[in-house]
């Protein structure tokens, strides 16, 4: 079974930057793509940025120009580089796994299997 878990984490001004992390274990390469979701209080989960294939990647509007997803293959790690953060962008983000054959574009939640804690950002103003 996959399981992931994320750091990288914490409190930053506004402007701002963070690198997420999600280290991936029992992980196939060859099955599963790794991506990036979020959830602020008050709010639903929603995606951020994922991988959808090799080389592939989905980002949602409001992330392009300022969220980069990125993974090193080779150590089974997901990065979320995340640049001029807002205060809206204050949530909960979580690594999650797919297989890559049945995620959709846009993605899902329904479409990712394993899901991580999750780790709190917290961008003041």
């Known amino acids: 079974q996959v399981h992931l878990v994320e750091s990288g984490g914490g409190s930053v001004q506004a402007g701002g930057s963070l690198t997420l992390s999600c280290a991936a274990s029992?992980?196939?390469?060859?099955?599963?793509?790794l991506g990036w979701f979020r959830q602020a209080p008050g709010k639903e989960r929603e995606v951020v940025t994922t991988?959808?294939?090799?080389?592939?990647?989905f980002r949602i509007a409001w992330a392009r120009g300022r969220f980069t997803i990125a993974q090193d293959k080779d150590q089974h790690t997901l990065y979320l580089r995340m640049n001029n953060l807002e205060p809206e962008d204050t949530a909960i983000y979580y690594c999650a796994a797919g297989d890559c054959q049945t995620i959709g574009y846009p993605p899902r939640q329904s479409d990712f299997e394993y899901w991580g804690q999750g780790t709190q950002v917290l961008v003041s103003s």
């Open positions: 029992a992980f196939d390469i060859t099955k599963y793509c």
């Open positions: 991988f959808t294939g090799p080389s592939s990647t």
